[in-house]
């Protein structure tokens, strides 16, 4: 991961982490709001970004949750042929932004290794452009999405990752 100051403009304001945690919290939180058990599979967490910031993948999202993750993967299988590597080129800033949200308590890491959302956190007020309020709509959405999508193995199968 570069350094702050070799980074560009561009790349500092898109991945800087704690407007990357937002996503990371947003996501988490709709996760957890739709399962009957808190709770968002630490692994999972490294798909967030990856699917969030990728234009290409964002503009193919479907209109609601009801559009199950494989018939998505089916119909953009074009798209995950890169998938893997955008998951590990992102690693690094999904680590940090995790870092930030953790050491501010707005995601909790649980004893059993999984990840919740602070229910007291709201970000709704945080003023933010278009984009990046689009953005936060969609990692709401995301976190509904992968919740019906099943466990964590089946994510990643569709997604063509391995652990």
């Known amino acids: 991961m570069k350094k702050w100051n070799q ?9 800087n982490p704690a407007f990357c945690s937002i996503l990371l919290y947003c996501t988490i939180k709709e996760h957890n709001n739709a399962s009957n058990k808190p709770g968002f599979d630490y692994p999972l967490i490294y798909i967030v970004l990856p699917l969030l910031l990728s234009t290409k993948t ?7 949750i009801a ?6 993967c089916i119909v953009n299988e ?20 995790l870092m930030f949200s953790i050491s501010r308590k707005h995601i909790i890491l649980n004893s059993d290794g999984s ?9 709704r007020k945080v003023p933010l452009s278009p984009e990046n309020e689009f ?3 969609q ?16 994510i990643f199968s569709l997604l063509k990752l391995r652990p």
Request: hydrophobic share 45%.
């Open 78 to 97: 074009h798209l995950l042929i890169e998938f893997p590597n955008r998951v590990k080129e992102l690693k690094e800033y999904t680590n940090e932004a």
């Open 67 to 72: 559009t199950k993750l494989l018939n998505w």
């Open 115 to 123: 990840l919740e959302a602070n229910p007291s956190i709201s970000f």
């Open 135 to 137: 953005l936060m709509k």
């Open 7 to 15: 980074r560009s403009i561009i790349d500092a304001s898109i991945l």
């Open 58 to 64: 964002l503009e193919t999202f479907p209109k609601t």
């Open 139 to 154: 990692a709401r959405f995301l976190g509904k999405w992968l919740h019906r999508a099943g466990d964590t193995a089946t």
